[in-house]
């Protein structure tokens, strides 16, 4: 229920609380069915903030956390908080890389993204003013053992399985809310211009991979050209130098480069996200529409059964009158069911209008929220990019001015 959880801006986890994935650590271990795995677990730190305020530097409080157990607390809050745009995680196996990179889930680079990510993860829900606030989070982040006990205590994981079942059974809604539907077609739109984004953007990290191995090239060639010559020999070497130092920084360019993409990836994620709310929204509106239609269809039978009319030509009607009428204590028995399924089917009504009507308020606002964020975040990830691409541009001009000085001197 949306109203209970709402609570006022300002309140969130991340004012009471620092909180960090501090590193990354390879572990070999059983798994569930007794083999023997190698997996990564991250550390999680914590501190009161109000320590730190007061002057104390108190050593941070740590457990070490699977990347499956962040699943399960984000499958924990898409279930209990169906309204909210939940953030994603970073992604499971790297996806949209340029060939060159290692798409290996336990490569160091990969393991330091996610570790990235991951934290980023935490950041966004313990900032959030409603997800902030559930004690599932606080176990997670504070309770090493006991915490999964207390998650599966919740009876989630039911939840969990109805609602994947639900969403993606087939349904019309009669009267779609416009915003929602708008909201869809957005979030299909995001997630399609954006993978398109991350493959040229992969297309051009490659290209560039290719640029700085020619300078590799041409300072293999220049230092082994200076060997041959007395009197230019100095300025192919120094030549060969610069261009052996530009070939060299192209990892951690490109690093650099992984990280804007892994910003991009986020908002790929968060578009499943945001369809998810909207789908949610078309399954409260359909539970109402039905509820509503099945009320309406017991009303007329009692109507039916009270003037003994029967409206529409039925096979039912058609046996009445051949075999003779029901006895008035049959018609009594079924008028007063029919009562109690349309009393029962108001309550439905009332509730159902309820829910949806809290759903829409609740989701809208956190909506708005995510828009908000998203406008924010992809300003500063794509001018990042920019300015990273501008000056990678710079340092080429600048090595190829460096190697014209060598040149003069010759």
């Not at 990179?101 to 990969?110: E, G, I, Q, R, V």
């Not at 230019?232 to 070497?237: A, F, I, K, S, V």
């Not at 910003?263 to 359909?286: G, I, N, S």
């Not at 009332?350 to 829409?360: A, Q």
């Amino acid at each position: 229920n949306c109203s209970n959880s709402m609570v006022e801006e300002g309140s969130t986890l991340l004012r009471r609380m620092e909180i960090s994935v501090a590193e990354a650590e390879k572990r070999t271990g059983k798994n569930t069915v007794n083999m023997q795995e190698i997996f990564t677990v991250y550390l999680i730190e914590t501190r009161p903030i109000d320590a730190i305020t007061e002057g104390h530097n108190p050593a941070p409080d740590s457990l070490w956390r699977r990347y499956s157990e962040f699943e399960i607390l984000r499958n924990y809050l898409l279930v209990t908080y169906p309204f909210i745009v939940v953030p994603p995680l970073p992604e499971k196996r790297a996806e949209f890389v340029w060939h060159k990179l290692s798409a290996d889930n336990m490569d160091p680079d990969f393991v330091e993204r996610r570790r990235v990510g991951l934290e980023n993860f935490l950041l966004r829900v313990a900032s959030h003013s409603v997800l902030s606030n559930d004690k599932i989070l606080y176990h997670f982040l504070t309770e090493e053992h006991r915490w999964k006990e207390v998650v599966y205590e919740t009876g989630f994981q039911a939840k969990a399985d109805s609602r994947i079942k639900a969403l993606s059974a087939t349904f019309r809604v009669k009267n779609p809310d416009k915003r929602f539907t708008e909201m869809k077609h957005y979030s299909d739109e995001l997630q399609s211009l954006t993978s398109q984004l991350l493959r040229v953007r992969a297309r051009v990290a490659d290209r560039l991979y290719g640029v700085y191995k020619v300078h590799g090239n041409y300072g293999r060639v220049f230092s082994e050209w200076s060997a041959l010559e007395k009197e230019m020999g100095d300025g192919l070497q120094s030549a060969g130098h610069h261009m052996d130092a530009y070939a060299a920084s192209v990892d951690d360019m490109l690093e650099e480069e992984e990280h804007y993409a892994d910003q991009l990836k986020e908002y790929l994620f968060y578009a499943e996200a945001l369809r998810a709310v909207c789908r949610k929204h078309e399954l409260t509106q359909y539970e109402l529409e039905t509820a509503s239609s099945d009320l309406i269809s017991k009303k007329q039978q009692r109507e039916e059964l009270a003037t003994g009319m029967v409206r529409t030509f039925s096979f039912k009607g058609m046996t009445n009158k051949l075999f003779g009428q029901e006895t008035p204590e049959q018609r009594e028995a079924k008028l007063s069911l029919l009562e109690e399924q349309i009393v029962q089917g108001e309550e439905t009504v009332t509730e159902k209008t309820v829910e949806c009507e809290e759903y829409v308020k609740g989701a809208w606002v956190d909506m708005q929220r995510f828009k908000e964020q998203k406008d924010r975040d992809l300003r500063e990830a794509l001018i990042g990019y920019a300015v990273m691409q501008i000056s990678m541009c710079k340092k080429g001009i600048q090595v190829w001015t460096n190697a014209k000085e060598c040149f003069h001197k010759m």
